[in-house]
């Protein structure tokens, strides 16, 4: 590692990092080269044009918090403005000389002999950096299931991450599959344009009213003369969220009354009996992603929308066919399927220093220490890792201090001088060994089936505490929970037979 300057590839241009980039940078870290596999930044924001796309998490709340827009339209606002908001805050603190877009990590290995990590890019280029930060999220890998005879279909098929906007929909006969966060919103913007919708549904959801309302004048002005008016609506809204962790996290009262309140507006929602029982879960509310929406109940009950709660068989050239036997005819297939969550950093093939892939190192379980650091991989920062998303609140308070955590610790190895560290094994086991006990207390390990959950069961996803507790832990980087990894080359330190290097304490 360059002390005074290291050498930092960040990988990803979203919330994540674009975080990162700016907070390094005011760090004094300026050697920054950010890794795009986009045309732009915006990540997720910027994949996701799906019509009706938004934010689920009020705007206040879902933004940074060095970096308020007085100017948002909506208290939810949609894709557009927040595509934007990242896209401004790239510019103003002039992050594109640093970023090279259309540019995909495929393999990341780090090197015993110089204490660096190796990253190769989908050209072949590989490029030498003395610290990574991994900034691609959950949300970036789309998830299609696997439909016998699908590959036989005529007619168009696309995810909901990819919408494919040339493809009108006037006339066509669409089948969506999947009732998740992406379809309740484009299913109601869809219905109406389409000649007909048929939405096949496996697990209903549990949606409450979207508190939504537009931002008056005044409003916008008073956030712009008087910003602590904006800065203490942000508080109040990420107070009235944390709330809902009492009910997440174990209370079984707060639980009860969630559902009574989503109960309450589907029966006002959807007057028809046998719709109303298929769109109520039979499942505690949380365990699988909250939703909210004032559409998505009314769409149901349009006469061109039919809800299938029978399970796809088959997909035919022209058709969807479901267990019962009934042939569903179909133009374009729409997959709200949602994302590859419990992947984390996959397709990306990623060694440390055991040679060990990091996928199968948590194949029985994505051990890690505070979702940001796994012990065999020295110098790699994690934002968004395994078990720090959030059923309850914001992410982007989750992202800043990670963010916080990874700045105070290159601050360290600077001072010190030292050129890398890897988490102490034991402290890492111990961390994750908290996260899951805690995980089995919660709604979330209360019994369905959602994208938490990997292939095993384990939900390495989800953050099982407050995000106070979060915010608690990373408050302070700790050196004594780590280990200071040296160069096999320097003459100091070798390399043991198995190919592991000494380590020693960090001072």
């Not at 809204?237 to 009354?257: H, I, M, N, P, S």
């Amino acid at each position: 590692m360059t002390h005074d300057d290291p050498r930092i590839v960040i990988v990803g241009s979203g919330f994540s990092g674009i975080c990162a980039a700016v907070k390094l940078m005011e760090a004094g870290f300026h050697k920054l080269t950010i890794l795009e596999r986009g045309e732009d930044v915006g990540g997720t924001w910027r994949d996701n044009n799906y019509p009706g796309c938004a934010c689920d998490v009020p705007a206040v709340l879902y933004s940074f918090s060095f970096a308020p827009n007085p100017d948002w339209s909506r208290r939810y606002c949609g894709h557009d403005e927040l595509f934007a908001y990242l896209r401004g805050v790239a510019d103003r603190y002039s992050l594109r000389p640093h970023i090279r877009f259309k540019t995909d990590v495929t393999r990341m290995s780090y090197d015993v002999e110089t204490a660096q990590w190796q990253v190769t890019t989908g050209s072949g280029e590989v490029l030498i950096a003395d610290v990574v930060v991994n900034g691609t999220g959950t949300l970036s890998q789309p998830s299609i299931p696997r439909l016998e005879g699908l590959s036989s279909f005529t007619g168009e098929v696309f995810h909901s991450a990819t919408w494919d906007h040339a493809k009108p929909l006037e006339g066509r006969q669409v089948a969506v599959i999947g009732t998740g966060a992406s379809a309740i919103q484009f299913v109601p913007k869809i219905a109406g344009i389409a000649d007909h919708v048929t939405v096949f549904q496996r697990t209903p959801p549990w949606v409450m009213p979207r508190d939504d309302h537009e931002y008056t004048g005044w409003e916008s002005q008073l956030f712009r003369r008087v910003p602590v008016s904006q800065k203490l609506l942000r508080w109040k809204t990420y107070w009235d969220f944390e709330t809902l962790a009492r009910g997440f996290l174990g209370k079984q009262k707060v639980v009860d009354a969630y559902r009574r309140k989503a109960e309450a507006f589907i029966k006002a929602s959807i007057p028809d009996d046998l719709l109303r029982a298929a769109v109520t879960p039979d499942y505690d509310p949380g365990c699988k992603r909250r939703l909210v929406s004032n559409d998505w109940y009314p769409a149901l009950c349009r006469d061109d929308v039919d809800l299938v709660t029978e399970r796809i068989v088959e997909v035919r050239p022209s058709a969807v066919v479901t267990a019962d036997g009934v042939e569903h005819p179909t133009d374009v297939i729409v997959f709200g399927t949602g994302f590859a969550a419990t992947d984390f950093l996959a397709p990306m093939e990623v060694r440390g220093l055991s040679g060990v892939e990091l996928s199968e190192q948590w194949r029985e379980g994505a051990a890690t220490h505070l979702g940001i650091v796994a012990a065999d991989f020295p110098n790699l920062w994690m934002v968004m890792g395994p078990n720090t998303a959030l059923g309850h609140n914001s992410i982007v308070f989750m992202i800043e201090q990670q963010v916080h955590y990874i700045v105070q610790a290159l601050q360290h190895l600077r001072a010190k001088r030292i050129p890398a560290v890897r988490i102490r094994p034991e402290v890492m086991q111990r961390s994750y060994e908290e996260v899951q006990r805690r995980m089995g207390k919660t709604v979330w390990a209360s019994g369905c089936n959602s994208w938490y959950l990997s292939d095993g069961g384990r939900n390495d996803t989800l953050w099982p505490a407050t995000t106070v507790e979060y915010w608690w832990q990373t408050r302070r980087f700790r050196p004594e929970d780590y280990q200071v990894i040296q160069p096999a080359t320097t003459g100091t330190h070798t390399a043991t037979r198995s190919g592991q290097p000494q380590t020693r304490d960090i001072p």
